[in-house]
């Protein structure tokens, strides 16, 4: 991994608790922060509307966030190497583009306008579906902690990304990792269900997720494991996990653990329903 970690501020709640979880991840990772505020001239460039001075009072009331968000930063983490800075254009275009140098980007689940919007609004997604290694999408206070991160298995090499990431969040916080792989039956109009031996095809299942799992736990030894194959649709299985989890780990493209549904869907609706963080992570 890299050793920046980037979180968006926009002085609202939300951004606040990105901040936190930022600062605490900067801390277990030894990674620097980096805080980032865009400021959207657009808006204010209309020349008939135009008032003077008024591009100095937006960057005063950006810099006023950025300093704000770093005095969070070093109460939660007095320790951590921290830097701001103020980037120009729409939110989501910039954040997205800082993730070339970044171990991660880090994003609250609801804001003010600035940067994150509704959990599923048009920053959150934008930057989750486009921005390349991990987006988290910080959905719950820093403090409330479970001890377990979950990850979300799909075939082979569409999840080493997530897989990898989801691993070392585990060692970093001395967590439990549960790798849920979720299966249903083939979906055939004409075929009843019975028609089908389910233990055998959730056995299959299983040696599958075993296969999966092999050698990142000889990797991460340290790492407890729990294998979760449950017959169930990965959304549901997911949002099911994340109620006891501090961190739920998605890949952003590939297929599905079913075969049929496309992992972005599944990204899409874990965001959705998640009750707590989530980490999208792109190749």
């Keep these: 991994m890299n050793h920046v970690i980037v979180v968006g501020a926009d002085g609202s709640e939300a951004a606040t608790a990105a901040v936190e979880w930022a600062a605490d991840d900067a801390a277990r990772a030894g990674a620097r922060l980096r805080i980032v505020h865009a400021v959207d001239r657009t808006p204010y460039e209309i020349a008939k509307f135009s008032v003077p001075g008024e591009g100095d009072v937006i960057v005063l009331s950006a810099q006023s966030v950025l300093s704000d968000a770093e005095a969070v930063a070093r109460k939660r983490q007095p320790g951590i190497d921290v830097g701001c800075e ?128 092999r050698g ?31 961190l739920v780990v998605v890949g952003s493209q590939g297929r599905g653990a079913i075969g049929t549904v496309m992992l972005g869907s599944v990204a899409l609706g874990t965001l959705h329903g998640a009750r707590n963080s989530v980490a999208v992570v792109r190749p």
């Design 216 to 246: 990142w736990q000889q990797r991460y030894p340290q790492v407890p494991v729990i294998e979760d194959v449950c017959r169930a649709h990965p959304v549901e299985a997911l949002v099911s996990a994340s109620a006891q989890a501090d």
């Design 86 to 213: 103020l980037l120009q254009g729409p939110a989501a275009a910039a954040l997205r583009n800082q993730a070339g140098d970044s171990a991660e980007i880090v994003i609250g689940g609801s804001g003010l306008g600035g940067f994150p919007g509704a959990v599923l609004g048009s920053v959150s997604t934008h930057v989750a579906g486009y921005a390349h290694g991990p987006v988290v999408v910080v959905r719950s206070g820093p403090d409330t902690a479970h001890g377990e991160v979950v990850v979300g298995l799909e075939d082979y090499h569409a999840c080493e990304p997530a897989l990898a990431y989801a691993f070392e969040q585990a060692m970093l916080r001395a967590s439990t990792l549960r790798a849920v792989y979720a299966w249903q039956p083939p979906a055939h109009a004409h075929i009843p269900e019975s028609a089908y031996d389910l233990d055998e095809i959730h056995a299959t299942q299983c040696r599958t997720a075993a296969v999966i799992l």
